[in-house]
């Protein structure tokens, strides 16, 4: 028998600017949200213990600053990698410098609260109304846009928007 990663968490001072954050840059929705402040993100299909990891966004006093040893890849799935990086700043997100050469084929970003990420190049496929896992059937797009299907999982939680994100679909 294996393990499954279930939940990737982030200590954050302000967890309702940064579950935000990563709503808009995953797609993703809140599924929970504690008294302690403590906010879960996760795939509006699936929700908690479906494919995807979900996002535990903890209240901390002292989040933890500088490189991180573990840090998200991001695949844009519906633009270039150029345009999603316009994306990703306009929500918020700022280049960080770790010593790159410039002839990397990812940014290297960080969120609001300084944790970095990379984008990556490749396209993958993106999650529509059921949720799709790379390694699961998911694929990385082909230079022309093609990929391949996956097999749905199945609506497993009632789902609520994101903090900071209004009623309207068109956001």
């Not at 302690?36 to 903890?58: C, E, F, K, R, Y």
């Not at 990698?81 to 997100?93: I, P, T």
């Not at 609260?113 to 396209?123: I, Q, S, W």
């Amino acid at each position: 028998m294996a393990c499954r990663i279930t939940e990737l968490v982030i200590d954050a001072a302000d967890p309702g600017r940064v579950a935000a954050f990563w709503c808009e840059v995953l797609g993703y929705v809140e599924l929970d949200r504690e008294e302690d402040g403590s906010i879960q993100i996760g795939p509006p299909d699936a929700g908690a213990g479906g494919m995807l990891p979900t996002v535990v966004v903890n209240a901390g006093r002292d989040p933890r600053r500088g490189k991180l040893p573990v840090h998200f890849d991001l695949n844009a799935t519906d633009r270039d990698q150029e345009a999603e990086l316009a994306r990703l700043l306009a929500l918020g997100a700022v280049p960080v410098d770790v010593g790159q050469t410039g002839d990397e084929s990812w940014h290297v970003l960080a969120d609001p609260e300084g944790n970095e990420f990379c984008l990556l190049r490749a396209r993958v496929e993106p999650l529509r109304d059921t949720a799709r896992a790379p390694g699961f059937g998911g694929g990385v797009r082909d230079s022309s846009g093609a990929g391949r299907g996956a097999p749905a999982v199945p609506r497993t939680a009632a789902v609520a928007r994101c903090p900071g994100k209004g009623d309207s679909d068109d956001q």
